[in-house]
Structure formats: C-alpha cells, structure tokens
C-alpha cells in the first residue's frame, strides 16, 4: 500500500505565532526599541565625545585598574592603539556599544531568571530544554524574526544578541546558587533568616564568582552574535566584515576580523579577572 | 522547668510519609517499610525534655538519627509526626513568619562543620544573628565582640574564617550562636571536627561556659566519652529510636539493654566514676579550736584509725595528724595538738575522676580529703573504698 503522510505545517505555525506575536506584542517591541537604541547612543556618544587617543588612554587605564597587570594593560594600549591606525575606531566603539548593551540587558534578565530556577525547581526543569533549545538553534536564525519585530538595524541585531547571549547567564547563576553549600543555607535558616536575607547575605555573595563566568560567557557569545548580526545592519567591526565578504577584500576583512580578536581578548582577561575577586 | 519537650516525635524521608507512618504504628520493621514505600525512617518516636540549664547529650552512631532529631526541634526537618514544646509554645504549630521569629529569639545553633560565611570576617559572621533581626549597628559590634571575647577569639575579628584554625573556627561558630544570647544551643557534633587535643580543651571551655550562662543545651554526639563527660543527662539513640535515657551514671551502670551494655563496654569507668561517689563521707575529725592530744588520740582509737583530719571553726581543711605524732605530744605533756599538724596534704574536689585519685593515693598512706571550692571537707578516700567502688561496677583496677 502507499501513502502519503501530509507534511506538519511547523514553519507556517511559527509563522502565525510571530505574525501574532508582532501585532500584539507591538507596545513591547517599541519599548524595547526605545531602550536598546537610547543605549547604544549613549554609549556611543559617550566614547566618541573625545579623541581616540584620549580615549584609548582612558580605556588603558580602565583596564589597568581593574585587573592591575601590566601585560594586560600593555596588550589594551597597543591593540586599540593598532585598532585607532587601521581606521577602525568607530567601528569598534560601536561594537563595542553594541556588545555592552546587549550583555546589560540580556544579564538583567537572565540573572533574576537565573536565581528564581535555582529556588524553583520545577522552573528549572521547564527552562533547562527551552535553554538548550535556544543555545542549540543556529545562531542565524533568530536574525529572522528580528527583522518583522524592529525592521533592519541595530535594535533588531541587539535582540537577537540578547536572546543568543542570555542562555550562560542564567545557567551560570542557577549553578552558582545550587553549588552553594547546604550547610550555609541551612545555618542562616536557623539564625531565622526569610527567603530574601538569605539570597542577598549568603547565596550571592557565595555564587558571585561562578556568576562572572556566565556573564563573561554571555559577553563572549554577544560579540560573536554583534558579528554576525551585521547581515542584518548592525554596523561595527561585524560591518566591515561583512562589507570586505561582499566586496572579496581578504586584507580589510581580517583586518576587522583582528579587531574582533582584540577586543574579545581584553573583555576576556578583564572579566576573568573580576570573576576571580 | 522543663524547657524543650518532645512528645513521640517521628520524621519519614519520603513520597509516602503517610502510608509508611501508618506501617510504623502497625509495629513494622523499618527494612520492610523502606523496601514497600521508599520511605526512610529518620527519628522514630521519641520523646523526653530538657530541663533548663541543662546539658542533654543525645548519642549514637551515625545514621542513628541524631542529628534530624535535633534539626525536628527547631523545625529545620519538618517532623511528620509529634508535639515538639519549647518554652510552652507548641513548635509545630507555628506559621513561617512565627517559626522564623522563634528561631531567632530561641535557638542558637552550633555546626559540625562549622558553616561560617567564607566571605565574611569573623566579626560579620559572630554578627550574622543580630544583623537578621536588624539590630542597631553599634550594638551588634558590641555584643559580637563580646561573644568573641567570650571564647577567647579577641582581636580575632577582622580576619576571615580560612585564616582561622579548626579549633578556632568553631569558636568563631559558637560566638555566633552566643551572640544572640538565646535560651537554648542546639550543637550537632560541634566538637566532632576537631582533633582531640583540642576537643578535649573546647569541652572543658564549654563547661566553664555553661557555669556561667546556664543555657539550655542540646548536645549531639557519636563520642560517648565525649557524652559523659558534658551531659546531664544522656539519651542513647539506635536506628531513629531512643534506647535509653539517663545520667551518665545510669547508663554506665544499668545498661537497660544488651545494646547500651555493648556501647559502653568499652568505657574506662575509673574516668566516669568521681571522687564524690567513692568517698566516705561521715567521719570523725579533729577541731583545731577544741581538740588536744588527747581527744584526737581518744577519736583515732575509737574509730581504728591512724590519721585524722584536722579542721578549722569554719570547717575548712587544716591539715592532718599521725597517731604515733600525736602519742608523742601526750608524752610529753602537750595541750595544744598545732605541732603535731601536717598542713602540706594533697586535697582533691569531688568531680575529680577515680583514674587521677590512683596515683595520689599510691605515694601516701593516709586517706584523700574530698574538699568543695570553699576548702571544706566533704568526705574522704582510702585506697580500699576506691577499689571496692571500682570492682563494684565491674571494671578492672
């Protein structure tokens, strides 16, 4: 016998959800927007306000403050310095815009989801699939749906970063809080301490370190994701790669490509070392 | 005043605490219980009080459900089934809020592995109490400081916990639990953790302690020596279930069952046994005010004794006299027994275990004075009382 099985219409579904989804969800979406691009120019104007030079001065001794290591601190002055000759400046400053906005938000939500699935089991056991569903799904693909919400454009590389990069925030945080031991918990129990005391005193502080992990995780997967979002204009380093792909210009592209690999480097050692404090 | 009382308190581990509770009733065996419903039995109906002031030692070995129990009193375990009265106030029937208050105002607890805050100083964690129940800063620095100075940690505050040795970190662990000044200190194996040497030193501390602030105490221990050393009273747990309860001596001399008798088989008894329930204690003495030669000498023989005790109008302890000594005064003509006196004697208090009174009555040949902390004489020791106690309760000289 022979027959057909009718193919499950699962694209067209998740087409309805989203067309559902812009419609409906369009207060949200504006918010969003309004808040994503207010940061980015901000922080943009911000770092563009004075001369590169001054600025890589600036960034140098950020740097050096915060981790005290002169080979760290060396690395930053002369890569930004070979990023301001290679005429990269503004593209890294706003990658960097883009990167640091990105991670604020994604970690200002995946932090609090993050301690409440480390207090709520049941939750962690409905967010661990839907975590590995979207650390798994190609990185591509959230720039689709991107596009319907905010259209073309920073905001929309923004959400897509955001959704990619907030998956180790969350895991990072609930695993911090569960490897704190029971034995703390159970004492501050005792003293009579409620719910809230006992995060703020003894879980938070106990997990701080493995939580840094995760925000430098998700720091780490929004740069790789600010790249890739340029396909769908997000400008920054990301652009003048893409723009060197289109054009096939290998010397421009890894030009940019290297300016990508400095400034992974530098947040890279900058938040080891504030996790390890 | 009974101040904790535990009325056939019993907590299942379990999905089916219900279902296995009920099989408990039914006078299952726990294996059978475990193997039907999954359900593990922690404590099995157990009841007894602590009275105010006192030290309760509950012992057994591990997994014999020492530690849930005392976890069940301040309901950090929710008991499955029972009465838990603390201060007349029935534990269980408390809210969240109640329950949390209640710990707060009670109990002071004392962990095993210590559990200090590894990223607060040992003042932040001595504070961490009193900065739960929102206490004024400058006060909680001051009675945090105190409850340092308390266990001997002064000048100890700002450094953190893995600075601190393990003798030390649970000092830092019992400040913490004093700084409140609670009614009650739960402490579960709190000494366990610690070398001998130094277990040995934080017991004698927490009885020197306990002289003072008379706390109600809930001791938890797999020590025995440990046990009869700090405890009023002792309750013997086995597998979730009270064995025996009573004061180190009752246990040690009417084991209630082979168990029991097993457990403390292995006790050296001459460290349990004390002065005071070895000596004799009426007996005739001389006063120094009234007594000559010749009365002292009318006393020795009347009671076939070649030594007396000499003591003075309050009682104290003056010395000793010697027949042959005393003989010799009356020979001479004597009225006044002062020269015949041996002031230099060795004295011991009645809480002095019978290993230490061995050696002191080995070199000399006269009895041991038991004497109480104002010098006054309480009974005495020979080296046939001493052996005959000890043979008595079946140990080996």
């Known amino acids: 016998m022979n027959f057909e099985l009718p193919r499950i219409p699962l694209g067209e579904g998740i087409e309805a959800v989203l067309d559902f989804l812009v419609k409906h969800l369009a207060f949200a979406t504006k918010a969003f927007s309004a808040i994503a691009d207010q940061g980015i120019r901000v922080m943009e104007t911000a770092m563009m306000a004075v001369h590169p030079v001054l600025m890589i001065v600036i960034l140098t001794g950020i740097v050096f403050y915060l981790t005290r290591q002169r080979g760290v601190t060396v690395f930053t002055f002369l890569g930004m310095g070979l990023i301001w000759n290679l005429g990269l400046w503004s593209a890294t400053v706003s990658t960097l815009s883009l990167v640091l906005v990105a991670t604020l938000i994604a970690i200002s939500i995946g932090i609090p989801i993050g301690i409440f699935c480390a207090l709520n089991n049941h939750a962690y056991n409905f967010v661990r699939p839907v975590l590995d569903f979207m650390q798994t799904l190609p990185a591509f693909v959230y720039l689709i749906p991107a596009i319907p919400f905010f259209g073309l454009g920073r905001v929309a590389a923004i959400f897509a970063t955001v959704i990619f990069s907030m998956p180790p925030a969350i895991r990072f945080t609930t695993l911090g809080i569960k490897q704190v031991p029971r034995e703390l918990v159970e004492c501050a129990d005792a003293f009579g301490a409620d719910r809230w005391q006992k995060l703020i005193k003894i879980q ?8 840094m992990g995760g925000v430098n995780q998700t720091i780490m ?6 790249v890739i979002a340029a396909m769908i204009g997000a400008r920054g380093l990301g652009g003048e790669v893409w723009r060197a792909i289109q054009r096939l210009q290998p010397g421009a592209g890894f030009e940019a490509g290297i300016g990508i690999v400095i400034v992974a480097i530098i947040l890279d050692r900058v938040l080891q070392k504030l996790a390890k404090q | 005043m009974e101040k904790i009382i535990l009325k056939n308190v019993t907590k299942v581990f379990g999905d089916n605490p219900k279902k296995a509770l ?17 359900a593990v039995i922690g404590v099995d109906n157990v009841s007894f009080s602590v009275d105010e002031g006192e030290i309760v030692v509950v012992m057994g070995l591990s997994g014999s459900g020492k530690s849930t129990l005392v976890r069940c009193i301040n309901r950090l375990f929710e008991p499955t089934s029972g009465e838990i009265i603390v201060d007349g106030q029935d534990v269980r029937k408390l809210n969240t809020d109640q329950l949390r208050e209640f710990r707060r105002e009670k109990f002071g607890m004392v962990f095993q592995n210590f559990a200090l805050f590894p990223h607060r100083t040992v003042v932040h964690n001595v504070e961490f109490g009193l900065e739960i129940q929102n206490a004024d800063k400058t006060v909680r620095r001051e009675k945090a400081d105190k409850a340092l100075e308390l266990v001997g940690l002064k000048g100890w505050g700002e450094k ?21 000044d609670p009614d009650i200190l739960l402490m579960d194996e709190a000494f366990s953790a610690l070398d001998p040497l130094i277990r040995r030193d934080m017991q004698d501390e927490l009885i020197s302690l306990q002289q003072s602030m008379r706390k109600t105490i809930v001791f938890i221990s797999h020590d025995l020596d440990e046990a009869l050393k700090l405890g009023d009273r002792i309750v013997l747990m ?14 040690l001399m009417k084991p209630s069952n082979e168990y029991v008798a097993k457990f403390v088989e292995e006790v050296d008894i001459t460290k349990v046994l004390t ?4 000596m004799k204690k009426s007996q005739d003495v001389a006063y120094l005010s009234t007594d000559g030669p010749r009365a002292a000498m009318r006393k020795m023989k009347n009671n076939a004794i070649a030594s007396l005790f000499v003591l003075d109008k309050q009682g104290k302890v003056h010395g000793i006299v010697f027949a042959d000594e005393v003989a010799k005064l009356i020979e001479k003509g004597e009225k006044d027994l002062d020269q015949a006196i041996v002031k230099d004697i060795a004295t011991v208090s009645p809480d002095t275990p019978a290993s230490e009174l061995f050696p002191l009555l080995q070199g000399i040949s006269h009895p041991v004075a038991v004497v109480d902390e104002n010098h006054k004489l309480k009974g005495i020791i020979v080296k046939g009382l001493l052996m005959a106690a000890i043979a008595e309760r079946g140990g080996n000289v």
């Open chain 2, 275 to 278: 002065a005071e329930s070895i």
């Open chain 2, 160 to 180: 953190f916990p893995s600075e601190l040795s393990g003798g030390m970190q649970q000092r830092v662990g019992l400040a913490r639990a004093l700084a409140l």
């Open chain 2, 22 to 38: 009920a099989m408990l009733k039914e006078g299952k065996a726990k294996d059978e219980i475990q193997a039907k419903t999954g």
């Open chain 1, 204 to 211: 938070l502080p106990l997990a701080k370190s493995t939580i």
């Open chain 2, 238 to 251: 086995k597998d979730g279930a009270v064995v025996q309860i009573g004061t180190p001596e009752d246990i």
């Open chain 1, 221 to 226: 997967l929004a740069l790789s994701m600010v």
